[in-house]
Structure formats: structure tokens, C-alpha cells
């Protein structure tokens, strides 16, 4: 749980509307709603839907259909990023009136052309971070990497060092086209939302320490992290939408969630005629009574899904 005892916890899952729930996604719906429901804190349910080319008709009805049949009910009301534009550039201005974010009127062929390899692709040479070039004019706007090197410290994994310069540099926070990108959207989001813990999978490490830039810009406090493996199939891929993962839908839930629980060491009673989805809960509750997720999840950074099983 939460390292500040005077903040009761209150955790979140934001899915993006982009098709239907698969295993991945279903395993990090699940491990959120434990570590939120296991020392009786609140769990929000937001709907990612910012990046507007990505949403995918019915998508959200689906997800909703699934969480309802996995048992995974939500506190308070369901809320959408597309209803935050406004939350989004008032940030952006107050980050550029303080200096904390600048006008970039480079092109992604720019930044490639430049050269420079990080962890998750090129890292953005700073061409603007001192202004904009003669004759040019500002197409997005990026956050200034402040501060370079970030220590977390992760109930999942331990003890963290994120060097936000080889992870990129400078970030977009809105995009060309105006759209506001997900590492603002979800600090705004976040702590709007009294967000104490985000748990998530291990893929998205790498935006921490761009979303501790953005806090610590804002002057806000930021919340408790905590990074589970991630689902792979049988070629070692991560199980996502992109790789064709199956959706889980109504008959394969209950045999889903025994599944997923399994592969996070809450095995339950009898797994291969598994109970209903809110008996399998509560029976995984009952055992992290006795044995917290952060001592069960192994330190890997993927978890084995066998083909077939969703």
C-alpha cells in the first residue's frame, strides 16, 4: 500500500478505448483492483480516450461489459479525458508561462535526422529548448527535462534509477495537431483524481520520470508507484492489441481471471472449474491478508500466458 499513512489509498485503471480488454490488460485491471481493495482503499475507473485516431467504436462498452462480468466493480463515477481539454491547456500555459515548457517547431524526421539513440527511440536534440529558430514557428510544446536523473522508489520493483535524458529529453506535451499528449493528460488526471498509487504494468516505467517532471513542475505531489510484469505469449511478445490479442468476453471470463490470478501466485480453490468471478476475488483478498502482492509478483518483467487461453 501507499508509504504515506495519512493519505488513505486511492488508485485508479484507465484503459484506452482502442478495442476490447485482453489478458494483458485484464491481468493489470486485476492487480490495481487488489492492491487498491486489499487495504480498503478506493479504485476509479477512467476512460483514456485523449488520443482520438486510436478510439475505436463500442471499444468502451466493451470494456465496461468485461470489468461488470470480471467482478471488478469501480468507486465513484466513470470519467473520460476527452471531457478534459480544457484541465489540459491550462496546464500547458502555466507550464510555459513559469519556463518549465517551450515551443517546438520540430518535425519527428528532424529529430531522427539528429542522430542521437535513447531507450525508447531518438532523444530530442533541444534545436528550440533555448527558443524557436529564425523563420520558424512552434508546432508543439515540450516540457524541459529538468531534471535529468529520478529515483524511485517502486512497491513492485524496488529501488529504481530513471535517466529522463536517455529516455528522450524534452517531451511533447501537445502534440501538432493540438491533442494533448498522455503524460500531461494523466498528471492532470491523476491528481485530480486524488491518485495515491499508480499501478501499472513495467512497459510504461519509462513515463514516470517524465510524469515526476511534470509534478514536480506543477508543484504537485506526486503519487506512489508500483510496476508489475507484464503478460507475454508463447513467441515472447507482450500480449497487446497490436500483437492480436485475443478480447475476453463474457463465457471466458471467469476462466480468464482464474488464469490470471494464478499467474500472480493467488491461485484459486479450484482453478479448472473456477468459481464465480466474486468468490475467486474474495478468495484472492483473503490470501493477501496473509502475503501482500509486492512479496508474491515475481521480479521479472514478464509473466508466461499460454496461447490459447484467451
Known sequence: MSSAPDRPYVGRFAPTPSGPLHAGSVLAAVISWLDARAVGGRWHLRI???????????????ILATLDVLGLGWDGPLTRQSNRDEAYAAAVDRLLQSGHA????????????????????PVYPGTCRPGLPPGREGRSVRARAVTRRWTVEDRFQGTLCLDLEALGGDFVIRRAGGLH??????????????????????DLLGSTARQL?????????????????????????????????????????????????????????????????????????????????????????????????A
Open 102 to 121: 517551450f515551443a517546438c517547431a520540430c518535425t519527428r524526421r528532424e529529430i531522427r535526422a539528429a542522430g542521437i539513440c535513447g531507450w525508447e527511440g
Open 181 to 202: 499528449a498522455y503524460q500531461l493528460a494523466t498528471v492532470i488526471d491523476d491528481h485530480e483524481l486524488g491518485v495515491t498509487d499508480v499501478v501499472r504494468g513495467i
Open 48 to 62: 483514456d480516450d485523449i488520443d482520438l485516431p486510436r478510439v475505436r467504436a463500442g471499444a468502451e462498452d466493451a
Open 213 to 309: 517532471q511534470l509534478y514536480a513542475a506543477l508543484g504537485l505531489a506526486p503519487p506512489e508507484h508500483a510496476h508489475h510484469p507484464v503478460l507475454v505469449g508463447g513467441d515472447g511478445d507482450k500480449l497487446s492489441k497490436h500483437t492480436g490479442a485475443a478480447g475476453v468476453h463474457g463465457d471466458a471470463a471467469r476462466r480468464v481471471l482464474a488464469r490470471t490470478l494464478e499467474v500472480i501466485e493467488l491461485t484459486p480453490s479450484d482453478p479448472l472449474c473456477p468459481d464465480a468471478p466474486e468468490v475467486q476475488l474474495q478468495e484472492a483478498l483473503n490470501h493477501l491478508a496473509r502475503r501482500p502482492l509486492a512479496r508474491r509478483l515475481p521480479p521479472a518483467s514478464h509473466l508466461p500466458w499460454p496461447d490459447g487461453e
